[in-house]
């Protein structure tokens, strides 16, 4: 008999799980134990029917793809040196660019994946995270900006003409857009709260140049609850992102906007984080668009545990996307603004 096809693609590597900023920082929040966490939970239910794949580290010429040659070799040389730090919240041990290259090769992996057809659903849960890494500077405990290599390999070597990237880490996704600014061959849209690191992501900024309009700024006030987060979703991004037509869907996928995350205010729940899913599941089924997420903050493990299972679950689970009226001040504000660019 033949086994049913898998649900989407896993992928994670163990060289992840050596990166400890503890080394340096004994209290650092960015701990071995979230990948543990999920591991430990994704395994209890039998992984969801995913299919687990290795994630290929990363070559220089991917690498490049986003970064500068300089910041690849300043990373490098400071791990084979022991390691140290790059900021007041970024540190770096011997083996943290050998988990960085994973981290950033398994989302480009997942991307080759599914523009070749082997899947319309991916996950990349590494670490260490990536998207505050700018072009030339890592930071925010980012060394390489994985979802953003993943979007410009599948520009560049696979084909796509358009990827849509959605960031609902609860902090501001300022290294993705970054390196997006001033193109339109990538949409980027990001909820998060407002007035926490890294200080950017104004309602007012569109991006510059021929990339006006192709971001999209969705802060939040701390204490903010699901029905805020989806209305933005549901009334302002995702109809941006369906007029858009991507080629490609990919999710800055933090957990950190769960009520139980030590490092912001918001009120989110594991089941929000679903609900958020399986908005972007169809919107992506509508497009005819792959869907991968690619793992970014949440530093409670046992919550952040539980958002994955329940938004990996979500995807395949068939149910329909819960709506949200239009909030009424914010998403308003948002949807004229944005409105300029984009029929909403």
Avoid: K
């Avoid at 543990?36 to 290929?56: K, Y």
């Avoid at 989302?107 to 072009?135: D, I, N, Q, Y």
């Avoid at 490609?248 to 995350?261: E, K, M, Q, R, T």
């Amino acid at each position: 008999m033949t086994a049913p096809p898998a649900r989407g693609l896993h992928f994670s590597h163990p060289a992840c799980l050596e990166h400890d900023p503890r080394l340096h920082v004994p209290a650092h929040p960015d701990v071995p134990e979230r990948l543990l966490a999920i591991e430990r939970a994704l395994a209890a239910g039998g992984w969801l029917g995913w299919e687990r794949r290795p994630a290929p580290p990363a070559s220089a010429a991917q690498l490049e793809l986003i970064h500068s040659p300089q910041l690849v070799r300043r990373i490098r040389d400071l791990c084979m040196a022991g390691g140290g730090a790059i900021d007041a919240d970024t540190f770096v041990g011997e083996a943290s660019y050998r988990a960085a290259l994973h981290a950033a090769g398994g989302a480009c992996e997942m991307a080759r994946a599914l523009m070749a057809g082997e899947s319309v659903l991916g996950f990349s849960a590494a670490r260490p995270s990536g998207h505050h890494a700018e072009p030339d500077r890592a930071m925010g405990f980012c060394l390489f900006n994985n979802v953003a290599l993943a979007a410009q390999h599948a520009i560049a070597e696979l084909g796509a003409a358009r990827v849509f990237v959605l960031d609902w880490d609860v902090h501001h996704g300022n290294g993705t857009a970054a390196a997006f600014r001033r193109r339109s061959d990538v949409l980027f849209a990001s909820i998060h709260q407002a007035g926490i690191y890294p200080g950017s992501g104004s309602l007012a900024d569109v991006g510059s140049g021929p990339g006006e309009g192709f971001t999209i700024n969705l802060p939040v006030p701390a204490g903010s609850e699901e029905e805020l987060w989806l209305s933005l979703l549901e009334h302002v991004a995702l109809p941006a992102a369906e007029s858009f037509a991507p080629e490609l869907v990919l999710v800055s996928a933090g957990f950190d906007a769960h009520i139980a995350d030590p490092l912001a205010g918001c009120r989110l729940r594991a089941s929000s984080f679903a609900q958020m899913a399986r908005h972007v599941r169809d919107l992506a089924a509508r497009l005819g668009a792959p869907l991968g997420l690619v793992l970014e903050g949440g530093y409670e493990p046992r919550a952040l545990a539980e958002s994955v299972v329940q938004t990996l679950a979500a995807l395949g689970d068939g149910q329909p996307a819960g709506s949200a009226a239009p909030e009424s001040l914010l998403t308003a504000r948002a949807a004229a603004h944005i409105g300029h660019y984009w029929p909403l």
